[in-house]
C-alpha cells in the first residue's frame, strides 16, 4: 500500500509527475482498498480542477453510415444487419434545439467516418445553423473521424470548436490487429496533429480491456495523451458486438463486465492523476456495464457526460456496441435522469455552461495565443 501510496502523493503535487512504471501500478489496481485510494485521488483532483458539477454535451448521432470497417464497431461498413439511417438537416437542427431547450450548453455532432465534398457541405451547414439558434453560439464538438486538414479547417471556421478523434489504442501492432488494410495509425496520429494546429480544443481517447492489451499498453495511452497535450479524453471499455469478428462468439459473463467496469475506470483515474486539468468523459459504454457505471465514472475522476439528444427513433440503429443504454428514453427523460443520478453522488449539472477544457486555456495562454 505504501508504494501505491507515494504514487498517489506524486501524483496529487503536481501535473504528469509519473513514471510508466507507476501509471501501469494505476492502471492495474484490483484489490478494494487500492481501488479506493486511487478513485479518492482522482475524485479529489477532479473537485479542484472542475468543482462538484458535471458538464453536459447533448450528443447528436448523425448518421451510422461509415467507410470504416474496424473489427470491433457494429457500425462497420461490412455489418449487412445494421439499417444505415442518415439524419436530415432539420432533424438535426432539431436535436440541436432540444439540447439548447434542456440547456445542456455543449453540442457534440457525431456520425461514421465519410469524406466527401457533399458531407462536408452538409455538416457545413449544420454548423451554420447550429450557431444560429437561440441561445447560442454553443460550444460544438465534432467527432466525425478522420479528414483531409482542409476540412477540418473548413468546419472550424463554420462554428466547431472541438474535435474528438480517439486513437483507439497508442499500441500500432495492436492497432494493426484490429484494423483491416486501408486503416493506418499514423494518419489517425497525424489527424490530431492537424486538429491542434487548426486551433481546436482537441479530444482523443482509447478503448480499455481490448483482447491482448496489457498494462503497460495502458500506461502508454496515458503517456500519449501527454505526449499529444489532449483537452479532452473520451474512452471506455471494450463491449464486444455479436456483428463484428472482434465479438462474435464472446461470452459476456458477470465477471467479464466487473473487470472491463474496473479497468475502464482505472483510466479513468489514472488520467486524471497525470493530467490534471483536461475534460475526461464518463462514457455511455460504463453504462452498459452497470447502472451506475457514469456516475461511477464521476466518482474515478470524470467531468463530462454526454446524454443523446437524438430522436429515440434511430437510437437502435447507433449501436456501436450491445447493450447500450438510454434507447427507449428520451433527451427530457434523460436529463431528469442525470440529474437525479449525480445528486445521488452529491454532484450538480453545469446547466448552460459551455465547460469549455481548463487545459485548453491553460496551454493557450502558455503559448500566447488566443484561445
Ligand atoms: N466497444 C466499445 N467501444 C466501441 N467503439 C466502437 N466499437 C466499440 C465497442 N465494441 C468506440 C470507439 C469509437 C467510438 C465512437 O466508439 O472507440 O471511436
Ligand atoms: Fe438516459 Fe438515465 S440517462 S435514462
Excluded at 447550429?130 to 477540418?152: C, K, R
Amino acid at each position: 500500500m505504501s508504494a501505491l501510496g507515494d504514487i498517489i502523493e506524486a501524483a496529487l503535487a503536481k501535473p504528469r509527475n509519473l513514471s510508466a512504471r507507476q501509471i501501469e501500478t494505476l492502471v492495474a489496481v484490483e484489490y478494494p482498498a487500492e481501488i479506493r485510494a486511487v478513485r479518492e485521488a482522482a475524485y479529489a483532483l477532479k473537485v479542484r480542477h472542475c468543482g462538484k458539477t458535471v458538464s453536459m454535451r447533448g450528443l447528436v448521432e448523425q448518421g451510422n453510415v461509415c467507410a470504416k470497417d474496424c473489427l470491433y464497431c457494429g457500425i462497420r461498413k461490412s455489418n449487412a444487419a445494421v439499417r444505415r439511417y442518415s439524419l436530415p438537416y432539420e432533424e438535426v437542427l432539431r436535436a440541436a434545439e432540444e439540447a439548447a431547450r434542456l440547456d445542456y450548453g455543449s453540442i457534440v455532432l457525431q456520425s461514421g467516418e465519410i469524406e466527401s465534398e457533399e458531407h462536408t457541405r452538409f455538416v457545413e451547414k449544420c454548423l451554420r445553423g447550429m450557431q444560429a439558434l437561440p441561445g447560442g453560439p454553443f460550444g460544438i464538438t465534432l467527432s466525425l473521424g478522420e479528414q483531409e486538414d482542409g476540412v477540418y479547417r473548413r468546419w472550424k471556421a463554420a462554428g466547431a470548436s472541438r474535435y474528438l478523434l480517439r486513437i483507439e489504442t497508442s499500441n500500432r501492432e495492436l492497432y494493426a490487429a484490429m484494423h483491416p488494410e486501408g486503416h493506418s495509425w499514423e494518419r489517425r496520429r497525424r489527424c490530431l496533429d492537424v486538429l491542434r494546429a487548426c486551433g481546436y480544443q482537441t479530444g482523443t481517447g482509447v478503448m480499455s480491456g481490448l483482447p491482448g492489451q496489457t498494462a503497460r499498453d495502458l500506461a502508454a495511452d496515458v503517456e500519449f495523451f501527454a505526449e499529444c497535450d489532449a483537452d479532452m479524453i473520451g474512452m471506455g471499455p471494450f463491449i464486444p458486438h455479436g456483428e463484428t469478428p472482434m465479438g462474435a462468439g464472446a461470452a459476456v459473463t458477470p465477471e467479464f463486465k466487473a473487470r472491463q467496469l474496473r479497468t475502464g475506470l482505472n483510466m479513468i483515474s489514472a488520467t486524471r492523476l497525470f493530467l490534471h486539468d483536461v475534460n475526461i468523459a464518463a462514457t455511455t459504454a460504463l453504462q452498459t456495464l452497470a447502472p451506475d457505471g457514469r456516475e461511477q465514472g464521476v466518482l474515478a475522476g470524470a467531468n463530462v457526460m454526454m446524454p443523446n439528444v437524438t430522436d429515440v427513433k434511430w437510437r437502435k440503429d447507433y449501436a456501436l456496441y450491445e447493450g447500450k443504454p438510454c434507447t427507449d428514453e428520451n433527451a427530457a427523460m434523460c436529463r431528469g435522469c442525470l440529474e437525479r443520478r449525480l445528486a445521488a453522488i452529491g454532484e450538480t449539472v453545469n446547466y448552460g455552461k459551455r465547460g469549455d477544457s481548463a487545459h485548453f486555456f491553460a496551454r493557450c495562454a502558455a503559448a500566447g495565443t488566443r484561445a
